[in-house]
């Protein structure tokens, strides 16, 4: 009986290496196709999937802001507000998907477990507020915050909790949850929280990394069938390949960084993000 316990057991373990395999195998095809997108855009620019290849590099870097980062940019080539921000919905999943996979030995499921409760929890009244008040009440007060806060980090020496509370984990991904639906920024919160631990750079990027990626898709999948102007097109998924080969370039970027240069690049783009909100909602 124990023999054959231990049999299964093993056959588990293999199916699962396999499986490890293949995935890990898959992400590198995507990125030989990225790095063949790469050479095709650079002999025949398309501005658009450079816009995403650079924005996404950026980014990666510490996680987040490439909505921040890529908008402004986007919106000056294409002049079509609707068509940045379905190629800025499609370039983050895919960005953000990488990242979550090239982290998913650090990270954690229990641990992100209250983040996501918080979040969830809010999201829906987070579409209500995007869909029923103006936009630009929310711009300004969460960029004013970030703006306030990030550029304090930069001068001062890092705040420092002690208590890393169920209910403090929770209330960080609640608000994510309305942040992440009124001004596409879900990891707002939770990035200030693990910063303000003290905890190393894989450890916060482990945490708030995911929270991104899993608010986005649940936030999309609310969206979807209450608003008719969040499609997304198959011809958008060229920038599925410039936004990976960034997120791996970004990433490679991060394992460069000590702890604290890796603070002071996130301080960096929590500042970029609360400008470029404040300036959008004024």
Not at 150 to 169: D, E, F, H, Q
């Amino acid at each position: 009986m124990t023999s054959k316990t231990n049999l299964h057991g093993h056959e588990v373990v293999c199916r699962t290496e396999l499986i490890i395999a293949a995935i890990s195998v898959a992400y590198k095809a995507v990125l030989v196709a990225a790095a063949v997108c790469l050479y095709v855009a650079l002999a025949r620019p398309d501005y658009d999937a450079l816009i995403v290849l650079v924005c996404a590099t950026l980014s990666s870097v510490a996680g987040f802001a490439f909505s921040a980062i890529s908008g402004p940019a986007l919106l000056h080539v294409i002049g079509d507000p609707v068509k940045a921000v379905h190629i800025m919905l499609v370039a983050s999943v895919a960005l953000q998907s990488y990242s979550v996979w090239a982290l998913r030995k650090s990270i954690k499921l229990q641990e992100l477990l209250p983040y996501f409760a918080g979040g969830i929890s809010t999201v829906v009244p987070g579409v209500y507020l995007l869909l029923h008040t103006p936009t630009a009440i929310y711009l300004v007060a969460l960029g004013a915050f970030l703006t306030a806060y990030a550029s304090y980090l930069l001068v001062r020496p890092t705040l420092r909790l002690t208590n890393n509370s169920l209910v403090g984990r929770m209330l960080m991904g609640a608000l994510g949850g309305i942040t992440g639906a009124t001004a596409a920024f879900p990891g707002a919160f939770v990035t200030i929280w693990c910063g303000a631990h003290g905890w190393d750079k894989i450890r916060q990027r482990a945490i708030y990394q995911p929270f991104i990626l899993g608010m986005q898709l649940v936030t999309l999948a609310i969206m979807v069938p209450t608003s008719p102007t969040v499609v997304v097109r198959p011809e958008l998924l060229q920038y599925v390949a410039p936004a990976m080969l960034g997120s791996y370039l970004g990433l490679w970027g991060f394992s460069k960084l000590s702890t604290p240069q890796f603070n002071r690049v996130v301080s960096g783009l929590l500042l970029v993000s609360g400008v470029a909100m404040l300036l959008k909602g004024l």
